[in-house]
Structures are given as C-alpha cells and as structure tokens.
C-alpha cells in the first residue's frame, strides 16, 4: 500500500521533492496557492510578444540536474543562449566584462591594474577548489563558512575598490542582495564556477519543468495551506481553497517547499519531536531580499541584445541591473516589429519602497531612474510588465551553510523541508534540496 504525502508548494524544490516521491511508490497531492506551477521560476506570458514569455530565471552549463532533467524532457530544442557578458556602470560609464576573457579582465578600465590581476590570481585559485566550492550544496560547503562575509573575502583579494567594481557587480546584480550580508563562500564559489559557463532560458519559461516534474502527482492549484497539526501517526493539512472554503485532509507525511517564514508558519502547531528546535531556528532566522521586476520594450539599438547591464560601486543604486531580450512585438493590426524587452530591477531600497504600490505607481517612480544606470536609455520606453516577489532571494548569510547542513542530516518523517535558501537563491540548488527531502521521507541517503 502506497503511502500518501503532501507536497506543500509548487516551486522547483516542491515538484523536485514530488518527483522522487512519485518514482518511489508514493501518492503525492500537491498544494499550490498560485494558480500555476513553477515558484520563483515561473513566468509571465504576453501575447502581444513572441515569444510571449517573461523571463525570470535563468539556466546556467554547470548546473547538473537541471541539465539531466532538460535531457529528460527533450528540451534541449528549446534552450535560447544568452550572453554572458555583464556590462558594469561607474559614473554613467558602462563597460562589458566577459567571465570567459582574461584578457578583457585586464583591459577593464574600472579596476586598477593591481586589483585586476589579483583578482584573475583568486579566480585560478578558487577554481582549482571547484569541487569543494560547490555554489548548491551545504554539505560541501559547511566548513568553509568561517563567520566572513563576501564583502570582506573581496577586500582580502582585491582592495575595497577592486571589489566594488570586480566580484561586487556580480553578486549584487544576479541577487539584489548586500555583499556585507553574505557568506564568503557564496562568493567564492561564484569565481570558481561562472567562468566559461554558458547562460540559458528555456522559451516558453522556466516552469515547464515543474509542470513535467509534477507528473504522476494529483496538483491542486488554489489552494493556499494554512497549517499542519499531528493527526494520529501522520500529517492533517489544513487549507483554504480558491472558493475561500476551508477543509483538512490527512497524510502520512509531508514536504513544506514554501518559502522559510511561510514554512516557520504553517508548522508553529508542531511539536519539537516533529520539527526539531534546530530546523525551527533556521526556519525562522531566513531572511529574503524582495524582487521587484519592471519590463520595457524599446526599439533594437538603443541598448545591446542579449545584455547583463548591472551597476558597480559599494551604494544601494536606484537601479541595480538591467537584462535585455530579443521580442517581436505583434501589433493589433498583425503587424510584427522587432523590440528588446528590458528587465529593470531597481536597488534595495527603493524595490522595499515600492513593493506592493500597484504597477502604476511603481513605472511612474522607476521610468525615471533608467538613464542612472544607461545614460542613453530611450526618451519613451514603453512600461510593458511589471512583477514583484516579496520572498525574492534567500540571503545566504555567514553561519547559514553550517546551519543548513545540520537542517539537512537531521530531516526525518513525518514532516521534512526544501527550498532554494538551504543554500543558494538558484533552481539548481531548490532541485537538490527537493531531492534530498524526498530521500528523507523515503529513507535514502542524503546524498
């Protein structure tokens, strides 16, 4: 006889976990709030564009299961590389740094000499520890996380300066998140991986994997959990469904893929022998930097395609990054014109600013500051999309890997966790964890 597990959140980690659960015999049933599958990975879709989709997150060479799961699915066809060049503004300035080129390294007028080639030194180093530095796992990670942050390991190896325009750009414009807030392993291994990678998203968005992943389960969309209790030897999940009714339904063990303070949340009613002090603490100590995506479409030329523009310096800018896509833009009339759609993430402060303010708002504040990070940013950009995710990143802070990995090795039934903050804000890393969840659950090693 199967037994019956809730999966508890549609995202990458909670379809990974149901995956696994599935090919091991189990009845999966997974709740989602959202009215789709896919998390932070899930886009938005536009039917004035072609392709319609809103890119969110982004597929990277050296992620490993995600690479297995697009082989799977057969789709490979479906990849569209992008550039991994990031473009880095000082002043107004904005100039491409590739992490392919050492020679455009040592051409890059925005460090001192010195810096940079201190900086190419700690690369080779850090490259050299490649497997021991890995961006997604805990495990291997653990005894590296020595309290430092990257803002300091980046002063050790470059000076203040260097940092700032060097390593600073590439964490704060992927994240969003203060390089004084992170451990120095997220940067490390950063310089040991993204070096010769490729970049990639998939065209008809990043949630076609959870969809896949989720086959053989029942996925019930709509319907936001709002707690657990014990129920005999299993798990009562309460709910309220996208009729506003509420009910419960028992299960004999379940998986929380919500995010941390959602999943501190919906299991404050267990008790210690369930959800141990140690995973309730680490639960309850995550904190996440908001995301708040707003999208233009301009006409081709006015920035360069395919681009990673992101702003450099120690400062919370106005704008942090903008990434830009190739859309055909499809008029009321049939009529195609060829358009760069542009992503705009504004800084720290002003995405907590205007998080919740309505689209309006949120263009009438944000238009303005496009010429802070791209001078010549056109006169009239069409405002196109807008999109905000009050649990953006997961910042992994110093101590967070130590603690994660005694989170993971302490997992037991009836009631595990997953999520992208048990190591790193990335979907390679949400798979890991939905994975391991599911070995806890299924007795296998936690590999």
């Known amino acids: 006889m199967s037994r019956r597990t809730a999966v508890i959140g549609g995202g990458m980690a909670g379809t990974a976990a149901a995956k696994r659960l599935v090919a091991a ?19 938005w879709h536009r039917p004035e564009i072609e392709p319609d989709v809103g890119i969110n997150l982004m597929y990277v060479s050296f992620y490993p299961r995600m690479s297995a799961l697009i082989r799977e699915y057969g789709l490979e066809g479906d990849l569209v590389k992008i550039s991994s060049n990031v473009h880095i503004s000082k002043r107004g300035r904005v100039v491409g740094l590739s992490s392919d080129s050492p020679l455009d ?19 080779l180093r850090e490259v050299r520890r490649r497997e021991e530095l890995d961006l997604f796992d805990p495990l291997k990670t653990e005894h590296l996380d020595d309290g430092a942050t990257a803002a300091e390991y980046g002063a050790r190896i470059t000076s203040a300066a260097g940092f700032d325009y060097l390593l600073r750009p590439q964490i704060e414009g992927f ?23 490729d970049f990639f998203v998939l065209r008809n968005g990043m949630e076609v994997l959870s969809e896949r992943n989720a086959e053989g389960a029942k996925v019930r969309l709509g319907h936001e959990v709002t707690g657990l209790r014990e129920a005999g030897g299993g798990i009562s999940v309460g709910f309220r469904g996208g009729d506003g009714n509420e009910g419960a339904e028992e299960f004999d063990s379940a998986v929380v ?6 999943a501190a949340r919906i299991t404050g009613g267990l008790d210690e022998a369930v959800v141990p002090a140690a995973a309730r603490a680490f639960l309850e100590t ?35 990054n903008m990434i830009t896509y190739e859309r055909t833009l499809i ?38 500051l496009l010429k802070t990070l791209w001078p010549d940013f056109p006169e009239d950009p069409r405002p196109f999309q807008a999109a905000e995710r009050p649990y953006g990143f997961p910042i992994p802070a ?8 005694r989170v993971i090795r302490e997992q037991r039934g009836p009631v595990v966790f997953c999520g992208d903050y048990f190591n790193s804000p990335t979907t390679e890393a949400a798979l890991l964890s939905g994975y391991r969840a599911a070995d806890a659950l299924a007795g296998g090693p936690t590999t």
């Not at 015999?25 to 932070?40: K, M, P, S």
């Not at 390294?105 to 690369?123: E, G």
């Not at 395919?306 to 704008?319: C, F, K, R, T």
């Open 105 to 123: 390294l040592l051409r890059y007028p925005h460090a001192s000499f010195r810096d940079r080639v201190a900086f190419l030194f700690a690369t």
């Open 175 to 197: 994240w969003n998140f203060a390089s004084e807030g992170v451990s120095a392993v997220h940067a490390r291994a950063l310089l040991a991986w993204l070096g010769g990678s």
């Open 331 to 368: 008029g009321e009339d049939g009529g195609r014109s060829e358009k760069l759609l542009v992503f705009c993430y504004p800084g720290r402060a002003n995405t907590r600013r205007l998080l919740g303010q309505g689209s309006e708002r949120q263009f009438a504040e944000v238009t303005p």
């Open 257 to 262: 893929a919500t995010p941390a303070p959602i």
């Open 398 to 405: 110093p101590g967070r890997y130590r603690a994660s990995a």
């Open 25 to 43: 015999g189990h009845e999966v049933v997974v709740f989602e709030a959202a009215d789709g599958l896919g998390g932070r990975a899930r886009s």
């Open 286 to 320: 995550q904190e996440y930097e908001p995301a708040l995506s707003m999208s233009y479409l301009v006409d081709p030329g006015a920035l360069p395609k395919s681009a990673h523009i992101v702003a450099g310096g120690a400062d919370d800018p106005p704008l942090r």
